[in-house]
């Protein structure tokens, strides 16, 4: 007759798990490989991923039509339509053409009046870049496409083939060996007898290993047999990273399964507080989880939830989607078409203990948005819009978890605020940063709705000439705090070579400018120097093209869509572009006292003050670090 088990505990469900992952986690060690881009489905990145192209990589028609010379548009009018000519004035485009120099605008085909094969007439003036998408408007070269942990999703597949990328670092996945054991339990093709039992719980382990991230072999049942229970798991602990064995887990005298480990490694829970699903073996084999589950289809389910998920997790960092609705309080102002129910792309993140969405780019041809969103904010027809600060239904596809683990970051950009992020989730797994760029005076006052953790932000005052203080005395009431960031060079981005001999602001009235929008630190910066030197900015072709990053306007000077662009020396040097340095500026982040203990915003601090991160600056170049991390507290 065979021994009773007498060592089954009731371990609490939390206490099991620590123990457990404490005795693993130093032998459990992420490894990777890489795999093509087309099978990387459902994998974890090991590092972020930069664009190799842009996207698009020239200046492309968004609309079937004309592509005109913007300027010989000037004066056409319904009452006094104006004739262009093929080849001199205008040429047919498709939409996805190129449209290249000196071209700078499309007319849509149906407001275009064809007079014979050579001459068209037009009701209406083009305004100069309407109906083209600009090169990189979704994707920059050099751009962070996905951070690191990332998993990802069919839409990333496509941006990464967007991006150039063929080729992905992924985390390898954990091979996972499933013994299902008993003499009672057949196969289910079998002929069952009386006292049969089809075996099943081993498939469902099976999908549950590849949902959650692993590589699942499903073993033929085993007969209570010590010694071959025992051989087969000695053996796949050669060739497996987790063993999972079902039944025989209890303290029947045909349990063999925790006198087995016992022998073969340390057994260190037997038995947990949880109903039902009580007989769980957690032990140690040869560096090795092993795990015995209990054979009830359902106590099996909840033990392989609570255990085996977790250390799944541990070797592939996978944490998991859910998609579900919620109530969320709007960052910005969305206005629409009365005629369509819009899906507008948000990121998502809890403050102050209530969701704020924050409306992404709503481009048809941005994919980059739907990599970048937490879910949509859906505005139905016959709906003008929504006003900032109202509250919206968001339907989410990343869990409530993610969500408020996440820093939320509202203002202006910066290249670092992305490594920042992935530096971020990298070392603290769980833990998310969101970066919404609206320009410092947006972000502000995000945050003075209590939209926003953080602003990054860069405002000179004129009056004072410091940087960022002032503005946060004028609008705060509530204690607030400067973590200190980088100096950065700001200058004017200019073609290669400079072939219009730009020498600085003085010469923009002399050629194509491209702007930063309304509130961002740039164009205050810029305002102000334009301000000094006496210079009317309508005399600046351009001044009112607005760019929403750094990149994309650098984006914009190498494209020859523009000749010059204020902006960081970083995009500058991302782009291939001359610099000419204008002045340095304090890039800082504005924080109210009371987010400075969250884990979010510690995680930021430590990685701000990193050498990890300093070391990619200095990669970039441009940057100055010296007081990165430190807190202002305002007075």
């Known amino acids: 007759m065979g021994k009773r088990n007498l060592y089954l505990n009731n371990t609490p469900v939390e206490e099991a798990r620590i123990i457990y992952k404490n005795a693993l986690k130093d032998r459990i060690k992420m490894e990777y490989e890489e795999i093509p881009t087309e099978q990387s489905l459902g994998r974890i990145t090991t590092e972020a991923v930069f664009a190799l192209c842009s996207s698009p990589m020239f200046n492309a028609a968004a609309m079937d039509g004309i592509a005109v010379i ?14 262009l000519k093929k080849q001199e004035d205008f040429i047919i485009v498709d939409t996805g053409d190129p449209v290249k120099y000196p071209y700078d605008a499309v007319i849509m085909a149906e407001d275009v009046l064809e007079i014979d094969e050579s001459t068209v007439s037009i009701l209406e003036a083009a305004a100069p870049w309407q109906h083209i998408r600009p090169v990189g408007e979704d994707i920059v070269c050099g751009e962070m496409l996905l951070a690191s942990m990332h998993k990802i999703r069919p839409i990333d597949i496509g941006v990464l083939f967007s991006g150039g990328i063929t080729k992905i670092k992924v ?39 590849t949902s959650y991230g692993g590589i699942a072999h499903r073993f033929p049942p085993i007969e209570d047999d010590y010694e071959k229970i025992k051989k087969a798991v000695s053996d796949a602990l050669v060739h497996y ?70 250390i799944l997790t541990m070797f592939s960092g996978e944490y998991g989607y859910e998609s579900n609705q919620v109530k969320a309080v709007l960052s910005k102002r969305l206005v629409s078409s009365l005629k369509h129910k819009e899906y507008v792309r948000v990121k998502v993140g809890e403050v102050g203990g209530r969701l704020v969405a924050s409306p992404l780019s709503r481009g048809a041809g941005a994919a980059m948005s739907l990599v970048r969103a937490d879910g949509f904010c859906v505005i139905d027809q016959n709906c003008e819009g929504i006003e900032a600060g109202e509250s919206v239904t968001v339907e989410l596809y990343r869990s409530m978890s993610e969500i408020r683990h996440t820093l939320v970051s509202i203002g202006s950009h910066d290249l670092i605020l992305d490594l920042i992020g992935d530096l971020m989730s990298f070392h603290d797994p769980g833990i998310y940063m969101s970066s919404t760029h609206v320009g410092s005076m947006g972000g502000l006052m995000a945050l003075k709705r209590g939209e926003a953790h953080m602003v990054p932000i860069h405002l000179l005052d004129e009056e ?29 981005m200019i073609q290669k070579g400079n072939p219009l001999n730009i ?16 509130g961002a630190g740039t164009r205050v910066l810029f305002d102000y120097k334009l ?19 750094h990149m994309a306007a650098a984006a914009l000077v190498s494209s020859n869509s523009a000749d010059a662009a204020m902006g960081i020396f970083a995009a500058a040097n991302a782009m291939g572009l001359e610099f000419l340095p204008i002045g340095e500026e304090e890039y800082d982040f504005a924080v109210p006292v009371k987010y400075l203990d969250l884990p979010e915003m510690l995680s930021f601090i430590r990685v701000l003050k990193g050498e990890e991160l300093h070391h990619r600056m200095d990669q970039i170049g441009g940057y100055q670090y010296d007081l990165a991390g430190e807190i202002q507290y305002l007075s």
Request: include cysteine.
């Open 171 to 209: 985390v390898k996945q954990p091979k996972v060996a499933i013994f299902p054991t008993g003499t009672e339990i057949i196969e289910p093709e079998s002929e069952p007898k009386e006292g049969d039992i089809l075996e099943s719980n081993s498939r469902m382990f099976e999908a549950m290993v």
């Open 531 to 549: 301000k000094l030197l006496g210079i009317d900015p309508l005399l600046i072709t351009g001044y009112g093209r607005e760019a929403a990053t």
């Open 464 to 492: 004072s000439g410091v940087y960022n203080l002032p503005y946060l005395v004028r609008l705060f009431q509530e204690p607030m705090s400067i973590i200190k960031g980088v100096k950065r060079i700001q200058g004017l």
């Open 70 to 83: 913007a300027e010989r548009t000037k004066g056409a009018i319904e009452r006094e339509p104006l004739e």
């Open 503 to 518: 020498k600085g602001i003085e010469d923009l009235t002399r050629c194509r400018y491209v702007n930063r929008q309304r």
């Open 241 to 310: 990273d987790i063993v999972i064995i079902n039944a025989g887990s209890s303290a029947g005298t045909e349990d063999y399964t925790v006198h087995i480990l016992r022998e073969l490694g340390k057994v260190l829970v037997h038995g947990v507080a949880i109903k039902p699903g009580k007989p769980v073996i957690l032990a140690v084999a040869k560096d090795k989880p092993v795990i015995g589950l209990p054979g009830y289809p359902v106590s099996a389910y909840i033990g392989f939830e609570n255990f085996v998920k977790p």
